[in-house]
């Protein structure tokens, strides 16, 4: 069965701090990944996902994040965070089967981020 | 182009009682999955319909059914609730396939529906 660890329930960083929050994943083979970020009291919005290819995948609003099957691991990076970006980040890892997830996903605990101005 | 629209917002219903939630996806869209959203948890995978049919399911009991139309939109039922069935509920919609061709289900998410149970 697949699952993902979100180590950091909560992060805190200052405006303009570089920002790394970790994700890690158990799947047998090279799974779909995906980062998702939610406001409060809103639904999910995609950040960026991996598929196969370059392992180093751009997303929305500057993020970028780096899959490391060594690692199990696929952790979201910012270079620079703005207020703005103050929500809740979940990672989520989907199998494959015939080349899609099939709509099934399995979600970590999700890791909030406050940012201090 | 509308994304996926869920109704409705919010709702309260006591124990014992039966909801339907309903979705409908984005344009485009063939795919509804549904999750349940806990206070402070991520999503949990309920079940996943394509083409009128329930196609995968996560650890929910049978109190939990769905259907979808021949519009794709979809409903989520929930019988004899329990205080623990109080979450947000996600609709996502992705397009399974083209052309033939499996595509990878990437998922639009709505803002979804909050059940309290009391």
Same mark, same amino acid.
């Given at each position: 069965?697949?699952?993902? &660890?979100?180590?950091?329930?909560?992060?805190?960083? =200052?405006? %303009?701090?570089? /920002?790394? +929050?970790?994700?890690? #994943?158990?799947? !047998?083979? &090279?799974?779909?990944?995906?980062?998702?970020?939610? =406001?409060? %009291?809103?639904? /999910?919005? +995609?950040?960026?996902? #991996?598929?196969? !290819?370059? &392992?180093?995948?751009?997303?929305?609003?500057?993020?970028?994040?780096?899959?490391?099957?060594?690692?199990?691991?696929?952790?979201?990076?910012?270079?620079?965070?703005?207020?703005?970006?103050?929500?809740?980040?979940?990672?989520?890892?989907?199998?494959?089967?015939?080349?899609?997830?099939?709509?099934?996903?399995?979600?970590?605990?999700?890791?909030?981020?406050?940012?201090?101005? | 182009?509308?994304?996926?629209?869920?109704?409705?917002?919010?709702?309260?219903?006591?124990?014992?009682?039966?909801?339907?939630?309903?979705?409908?996806?984005?344009?485009?869209?063939?795919?509804?999955?549904?999750?349940?959203?806990?206070?402070?948890?991520?999503?949990?995978?309920?079940?996943?319909?394509?083409?009128?049919?329930?196609?995968?399911?996560?650890?929910?009991?049978?109190?939990?059914?769905?259907?979808?139309?021949?519009?794709?939109?979809?409903?989520?039922?929930?019988?004899?609730?329990?205080?623990?069935?109080?979450?947000?509920?996600?609709?996502?919609?992705?397009?399974?396939?083209?052309?033939?061709?499996?595509?990878?289900?990437?998922?639009?998410?709505?803002?979804?529906?909050?059940?309290?149970?009391?």
């Amino acid at each position: 069965a697949q699952s993902v &660890t979100q180590p950091d329930i909560h992060i805190t960083v =200052s405006e %303009g701090a570089s /920002l790394e +929050l970790r994700c890690n #994943y158990s799947y !047998g083979a &090279t799974p779909y990944l995906f980062w998702y970020v939610q =406001s409060p %009291g809103q639904g /999910l919005q +995609l950040l960026l996902k #991996y598929f196969s !290819g370059d &392992t180093l995948v751009q997303g929305i609003k500057g993020f970028e994040a780096e899959f490391k099957r060594s690692q199990s691991s696929f952790n979201l990076r910012k270079p620079s965070v703005h207020w703005s970006d103050a929500a809740e980040y979940f990672c989520a890892v989907g199998a494959r089967a015939g080349g899609t997830s099939y709509g099934k996903l399995t979600f970590g605990q999700g890791t909030i981020l406050t940012v201090h101005p | 182009d509308a994304g996926v629209t869920q109704s409705p917002t919010h709702l309260i219903k006591t124990r014992g009682q039966q909801v339907t939630l309903r979705c409908s996806p984005k344009s485009g869209h063939d795919t509804v999955s549904w999750y349940q959203q806990a206070l402070g948890q991520g999503p949990q995978f309920i079940f996943q319909y394509y083409e009128e049919e329930e196609r995968q399911r996560g650890n929910f009991p049978d109190r939990f059914s769905g259907h979808q139309f021949p519009n794709y939109s979809s409903e989520l039922n929930v019988n004899a609730l329990l205080l623990g069935d109080s979450a947000l509920y996600l609709c996502a919609s992705s397009q399974l396939t083209s052309g033939g061709k499996l595509r990878t289900g990437e998922l639009f998410f709505g803002e979804g529906s909050r059940l309290t149970v009391l």
